[in-house]
């Protein structure tokens, strides 16, 4: 039994928790967020109340799988905002996602969630808030980056063989 | 539904997910004593009040970007020689007469270093007052308005107004014609030079460069001459202003309405990282994501332009073919002709064949192992020369089919023997490593095969075997050198496997490494590396989907040809029933008696798996076109109508399976090295297995003739087809001709 399997289970059981709940009491109080600015933001260490017990959202939207990762640069600019920050997007719905409207050309959709992304300030926070929405997530770790020292003397050093470079610049 | 398994082995089943999700969010992909960075000293100064510790020799823009301090600028780019010459990242630095420019200034110890002062202002004020004294404002019209380094910078160091009149205007500059591919609109241009470092140091082209000083600098290719480099979409990317941009996208999307999505490319083995921009239901652009492991900040031309292929040739709707003519059917009437086709092809065992094409994705295969193997058939064949058989490596072992030094691991290498291929076209990315090495330590290259215009010199050994045996027996010069090196790299293409000779040279490299196992073959180093090209390879071999020896010698009366647009249309018999899936109306769907339509790579989250045994998910962008269905749940639900059902429903539990086949299936984004003696066994079971195989003599040749259109995809796309009229054919198509043009060529 691989380790999705148990997580799948894990889901089941506390899905069969929340029902529970739901028929006992209200009594059980739903974790409060918490946002510090510090990266240590607890992890729900009990199971949490999902929002959908409460928030009466669908219960389509639970079983959507969404994605909590950094995105990356844009490779056409060089500035670096927004870049600390984790998204949580949901994946496309197979066959109701998007299609071109016949009567405009424009692209309509039956998936309500197709056009939400929402920005966290770590990794912790977008998890956390996944597992209060009780969605489905995949951590996408971000690339770690490799940037030698640079150097504009590079430019001018020696090479004792054959020159390898004729530049241009 | 799919989360991140760990990277140790089998975990409690009890631990929290979202424990063992954040433990192990770093990716440690290969670290290894040898790939550790030297040694250096670390020097601590202050920027805006900040102590910042960087490495000795780091430019002071480092240093900045370090403490959080972002500096603009123009010309410096991460992956580029320093230039120094926009003058953009002027800072302060105490008891310094006058700002400084950040990129070309070391890092000093103890530096006092402000970015945020009235005078660094005031300076960059000034730098871009001159810059925009050039620069035309045609924002408007412009490909790159909203993404565009000088718009944003403008924003904050730009003046509202200009105090230069010029009576003759601003500067004009006449357009270059770099190709099908690249857009110029020099007006534009602020001299950066990025574009010529790239083409210079990383792409290879030297022919790209300056002429004139000052005001009359221009960029150009000195003659007219296009620029004909597989990298050459990079340039677009690192033009800081409008005035090199894409043609394919010119004028279709704006950035602000596009939705990116981060995926995976499937167009050859590297698996390179790029984040897919789609408007609607259409992928606009595709445009590379920074992942030093893999690509690094470029992709290949193929990558970035054959997106439009997408949108051509497409099966939407499932079809069956009547009398000779295919006639669109539902899925349900699909699933039943094949059922009929099966049962009136008198298939049994192992003349049901299943054929995986070059974009399978891994779910699928594995659903169609799975699915033959349940009727009772070993017969999963690939679709190369030669795939009707066992490979010769064996896919016992994963050393002998994958790259195992790693693509970054290629820059540590300090000799290299290309067997039979040509990175340049099978791995373009790769190549560039090759070439950045090349540049800047003392790497030398020897080539075996076809000769090939890569983008380093090389010394070439000869075409065939008997070179390779030479080399073997330590003949030639660069035989010696290969024997002197500290961390000597063989490049095997995947080429060798389909090649008569592939078992004579398989058993020479063998021996070779085992012999030569102290410095090919150590836990820090595995010199012996195979080069897929196509980006199925390695799954397959990964999951085993190879056919055994005995199902091989049965002749199919049932072909399932999964992506399989390569196939000698001579090898299919000709009673056979054939069913085509895929998403291309290419050669493969043009045998068949029923295609179904399948999801494209943007069009579907899947596992793939690159050359490195890189484990890496897709994410689908846009929707599948009409009634085409992701490829697995196609295997699955015919499965279910022929009568076996297979045991997944959703792609968790699927993923569970691939998990039972190989963990490293469901671990992203790392490479596993395979230990010396599981290499070391690799390698003698494979010499074994080899043993007395013939040479024939026929020259190696290299297996991608045309780099442009390798795949449905890219053979579907236009801008493709005007490529490879452009570069591989040489017409001169593309060219605006304006001398011929009765007006002027404006914008």
Redesign the interface.
């Known amino acids: 039994?691989?380790?999705?399997?148990?997580?799948?289970?894990?889901f089941r059981q506390t899905i069969d928790l929340r029902t529970a709940v739901r028929a006992l009491s209200s009594e059980v109080k739903a974790p409060v967020e918490s946002r510090t600015e510090t990266a240590e933001v607890a992890?729900?260490?009990k199971d949490v109340l999902t929002a959908e017990v409460l928030s009466g959202a669908p219960t389509e939207l639970r079983h959507r799988?969404v994605?909590i990762?950094q995105?990356?640069?844009?490779?056409?600019?060089?500035?670096?905002?927004k870049m600390e920050r984790w998204r949580i997007d949901f994946?496309?719905?197979?066959?109701g996602?998007?299609?071109?409207n016949p009567l405009m050309g424009?692209?309509s959709s039956a998936d309500y969630m197709q056009g939400t992304r929402v920005s966290f300030k770590s990794?912790?926070d977008a998890?956390h808030f996944a597992?209060k929405q009780g969605w489905?997530?995949?951590?996408?770790?971000?690339?770690?980056?490799?940037?030698p020292?640079?150097?504009?003397?590079?430019?001018y050093v020696y090479k004792p063989?054959k020159l390898?470079?004729?530049?241009?610049? | 539904m799919l989360r991140l398994v760990s990277t140790a082995s089998r975990p409690a089943s009890s631990g929290r997910l979202s424990r063992v999700v954040c433990s192990n969010c770093v990716s440690t992909g290969r670290r290894t004593f040898a790939s550790s960075s030297a040694l250096r000293a670390d020097i601590t100064l202050t920027v805006d009040g900040k102590e910042v510790t960087v490495p000795q020799g780091s430019a002071l823009i480092q240093a900045c970007e370090a403490a959080g301090s972002p500096v603009p600028r123009f010309c410096y780019h991460d992956r580029l020689a320093i230039a120094g010459n926009c003058r953009m990242c002027l800072v302060e630095v105490e008891r310094s007469p006058k700002p400084v420019a950040s990129c070309a200034m070391p890092a000093m110890p103890g530096a006092k270093v402000f970015t945020n002062t009235p005078l660094v202002h005031e300076a960059r004020e000034g730098v871009m007052e001159f810059l925009l004294a050039n620069h035309p404002l045609d924002c408007p019209i412009c490909d790159q308005g909203g993404e565009c380094d000088l718009q944003d910078q403008s924003m904050r160091y730009g003046s509202d107004r200009s105090r230069f009149h010029e009576i003759t205007g601003k500067r004009a500059v006449e357009d270059k014609d770099l190709g099908p591919l690249v857009k110029t609109s020099m007006n534009r241009c602020i001299q950066c030079t990025r574009c010529v470092r790239f083409a210079n140091e990383v792409a290879g082209v030297e022919e790209l460069g300056t002429t004139g000083r000052g005001n009359d600098l221009q960029i150009g290719m000195y003659v007219e001459k296009t620029m004909d480099s597989e990298l050459s979409g990079n340039i677009v990317d690192l033009c800081p202003v409008g005035a090199l941009t894409s043609k394919p996208y010119a004028f279709h999307a704006r950035p602000w309405e596009l939705k990116n999505t981060e995926s995976i490319d499937v167009l050859d083995a590297v698996g390179s990282n790029i984040r897919v921009d789609s408007r609607g239901v259409q992928v606009m652009r595709i445009q590379p994501r920074t992942n030093d492991d893999v690509n690094e900040e470029w992709i290949s031309d193929k990558t970035r332009y054959a997106y439009d292929g997408l949108k051509f040739q497409r099966l939407t709707t499932p079809l069956v073919k009547q009398g000779d003519r295919f006639v669109s059917a539902s899925w349900h009437d699909a699933f039943t002709a094949i059922v009929s086709g099966l049962a009136s092809s008198g298939a049994k065992g192992d003349e049901i064949q299943a054929i995986a094409g070059h974009l399978a994705d891994t779910e699928s295969l594995v659903a169609l192992k799975d699915f033959t193997n349940r009727l009772g058939s070993d017969n999963t064949a690939l679709d190369q020369a030669g795939g009707y058989a066992p490979p010769v490596a064996g896919v016992d072992v994963r050393s002998n089919y994958l790259f195992n030094s790693t693509i970054p691991g290629v820059e540590q290498a300090d000799v290299i023997l290309l067997v039979g291929t040509n990175p340049r076209h099978e791995a373009a990315v790769l190549n560039s490593r090759i070439r950045k090495s090349w540049l800047h330590t003392g790497l030398e290259v020897g080539l075996i095969g076809e000769r090939a215009d890569t983008t380093y010199g090389y010394d070439y050994l000869g075409q065939d075997a008997k070179a390779l045996a030479d080399f073997v027996a330590g003949k030639g010069e660069f035989a010696k050198k290969f024997q002197a090196a500290k961390k000597p790299l063989i490049i095997v293409g995947s080429a060798i496997s389909e090649h008569a000779d592939g078992p004579a040279v398989y058993n020479a490299l063998a021996k070779f490494v085992e012999k030569n196992k102290s410095r090919l073959v150590t836990p820090e180093w595995n010199g012996f590396s195979v080069l897929q090209r196509v980006a199925s390879r390695a799954a397959a071999y990964e999951i085993g989907f190879v056919p055994t020896k005995k199902a091989a010698a049965v002749k199919p009366k049932f072909i399932y040809l999964l992506n399989a647009d390569e196939v000698d249309p001579k090898s299919i018999p000709k009673d056979a029933f054939v069913v085509y899936q895929g998403h291309h109306g290419d050669l493969g769907a043009s045998l068949a008696d029923v295609c179904l339509p399948a999801a494209a790579y943007t069009e579907k989250s899947t596992t793939w798996v690159n050359t490195e045994g890189r484990t890496q998910l897709g994410r689908a962008a846009v929707p599948p076109p009409g009634a085409s269905r992701e490829d697995w749940k196609i295997v699955r639900a015919l499965s279910e109508v022929v009568g076996s059902p297979l045991p997944y429903d959703d792609v968790v539990t699927l993923r569970d399976r691939m998990w039972e086949i190989s963990p490293t299936l469901v671990r992203y984004d790392t490479t596993e090295p395979t230990s010396v003696d599981v290499a070391l066994t690799g390698l003698k079971t494979l010499a074994a297995h080899t043993a007395g195989a013939k040479v024939t003599g026929v020259p190696f040749k290299k297996p991608v003739a045309n780099f442009y259109q390798t795949d449905p995809i890219s053979r579907a796309s236009v801008t493709m087809a005007q490529t490879t009229r452009a570069f591989v054919n040489g017409e001169r198509y593309g060219f605006s001709e304006s001398e011929k043009s009765s007006q002027a060529a404006f914008a």
């Open positions: 039994m691989s380790l999705i399997r148990a997580s799948t289970q894990a992890i729900p260490t799988p994605r990762y995105p990356a640069r844009n490779t056409m600019q060089s500035g670096g905002a994946d496309i719905l197979q066959g996602g998007r299609w071109e424009w692209a990794k912790e998890i597992e489905d997530y995949y951590v996408q770790p971000p690339p770690t980056k490799k940037i020292p640079k150097n504009y003397a590079e430019n063989n390898r470079i004729a530049r241009t610049k």
